[in-house]
């Protein structure tokens, strides 16, 4: 008999079975929807709270725990380039060699211990249960391992180890800081201009949630009513704006829920009403948005129309988004048209319109705060894809507006290549036309750019980074 058979056995621990949190279940369940599916965690997160309030019952599942599971599905996404960081410090391998579900584990464990207040053993503890329901007790020991080493700094230490200091290389400094692709900073910073604390300030401002805001549609409500809503306080630049400041459900808002307001960033509002107030002279009665769906500036652009006697047609390529125009401008006080059509091949005579907006599709990298796992899916060669597309729609646009008529181009992005470099190119081929100062038509919004376009930003204005160039045919 050998020496070990006497030797006391250490006594096994009882297994114990992992607590399933709904909470961190819901929060992984959303992020592997978004890594797997390619989904949008903005359509994938509301399913999976009502799923898990009728699974759990209100009393195991209430309103904390939806903004809980919420703020670690939203935080873990935006702040995943920083946490790729830390994430690749503490492990021995490439981060491509670590399967995506244990990723996903790993981020939001390490989103747990640096971006939250959750105490850290009950970070570590909750994700590595987590960890032992999804992926099993061996890899849930990886997951301990990895969030232990992970506990041993906050973020701001782990910062200091993983970004390059911002002198030798400020593009990848903030870009691991702040959690954005480095060629994003590029482009906005190129965009903005100015020196580190604007840029720092907007790469932050998109890492935040953005307040919901409301739209009272003229003529249907009055900001008033919106603003009886609780915690709601007016909007900071357009007459019709409202924010929610605790979020809320507007949803439940009436206003909301008959049509007679909407969702609306108050960016989004600003370019319809510089649109609408720009003079024309002579005749104003036939207005056009050419890219409209889902329909947020032409239901503002109808209603504002209705109140002078003018006429909007809204148009859209994609007849599904048609269908969610005609929704949104459904009860407007005065006439108006939805039509599914092609904006590059468009059913309107040249020279119809009197005002025309062209907000065409683009990179969004103006929005980003809202879609949080946006800045991970796109890529600089996507700016190829759309530059033929934009340039076609201007170019539409200004065929369809009559001479004296204005045209509006916009985009939810203030990459120079989708903003400024479109109009250039467009205008060279249209020489008869004028760009208009837009600044003036917005009184009391500061800072809106050296002008004649406006660029409105998420740090400065509380808004999506909306672009707005107005452009008269003289000819
Ligand atoms: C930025 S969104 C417009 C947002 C809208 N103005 C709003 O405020 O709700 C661009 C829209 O253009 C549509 N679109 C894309 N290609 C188009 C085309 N060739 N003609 C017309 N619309 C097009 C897209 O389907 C999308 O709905």
Not at 312 to 334: C, D, F, I, M, T
Not at 438 to 450: E, F, K, S, T
Request: aromatic share 4%; glycine share 10%; hydrophobic share 40%.
């Amino acid at each position: 008999m050998s020496d070990q058979s006497h030797r006391p056995r250490k006594p096994a621990r009882p297994y114990r079975r992992p607590q399933k949190d709904p909470v961190r279940m819901l929060a992984f369940e959303a992020l592997r929807a978004v890594d797997e599916r390619d989904a949008y965690a903005n359509l994938v997160l509301p399913p999976l709270l009502r799923k898990a309030r009728e699974k759990e019952g209100p009393d195991k599942f209430d309103t904390r725990d939806a903004a809980l599971a919420t703020e670690l599905v939203y935080g873990t996404l935006r702040r995943q380039g920083t946490y790729d960081a830390v994430i690749s410090a503490c492990v021995d391998r490439p981060l491509r060699e670590v399967d995506p579900p244990v990723l996903d584990v790993l981020s939001l464990g390490a989103h747990q211990l640096l971006g939250t207040r959750i105490p850290t053993h009950a970070a570590v503890s909750s994700a590595v249960e987590l960890a032992r329901v999804v992926l099993g007790d061996g890899r849930a020991k990886f997951v301990n391992a990895v969030l232990r080493k992970i506990a041993q700094h906050d973020l701001d230490g782990w910062l200091e180890q993983v970004a390059p200091p911002y002198d030798d290389d400020p593009e990848e400094h903030l870009a691991v800081v702040h959690s954005h692709p480095r060629w994003i900073v590029s482009a906005l910073w190129d965009s903005l201009g100015g020196g580190r604390a604007g840029i720092e300030d907007l790469l932050e401002a998109d890492n935040e949630r953005p307040e919901v805001t409301l739209v009272a549609r003229p003529g249907r409500a009055a900001p008033e009513e919106l603003l009886r809503e609780e915690a709601a306080v007016p909007g900071r630049w357009s007459p019709y704006a409202v924010r929610l400041t605790e979020g809320g459900e507007p949803g439940a808002v009436d206003a909301v829920r008959e049509g007679r307001a909407g969702v609306q960033d108050e960016g989004s509002q600003l370019v319809a009403l510089a649109l609408a107030n720009v003079p024309v002279e002579g005749r104003d009665e036939k207005w056009l948005d050419g890219c409209a769906g889902p329909g947020g500036k032409a239901a503002l652009l109808a209603a504002l129309a209705a109140e002078r006697g003018a006429v909007l047609l809204a148009s859209e390529k994609q007849p599904h988004r048609a269908g969610l125009v005609a929704r949104a401008l459904h009860g407007n006080p005065g006439p108006y048209q939805v039509i599914a059509a092609d904006g590059i091949r468009p059913p309107w005579r040249p020279g119809s319109f009197d005002r025309v907006l062209m907000d065409v599709p683009c990179t969004g990298l103006g929005a980003l705060r809202r879609r949080p796992e946006a800045r991970w899916r796109r890529r600089p060669e996507d700016l190829e894809g759309f530059a033929p597309l934009q340039r076609g729609l201007l170019r539409t646009a200004l065929e369809a507006v009559r001479v004296g008529g204005v045209v509006g181009y916009a985009t939810c992005s203030p990459h120079l290549a989708e903003t400024r470099a479109v109009v250039a190119d467009v205008l060279k081929q249209f020489p008869r036309t004028d760009l208009v100062d837009a600044r003036p038509l917005l009184p009391g919004v500061p800072a809106l750019g050296d002008g004649p376009d406006i660029q409105l930003w998420p740090h400065v204005h509380g808004t999506d980074a909306m672009y707005l160039a107005l452009i008269r045919r003289t000819g």
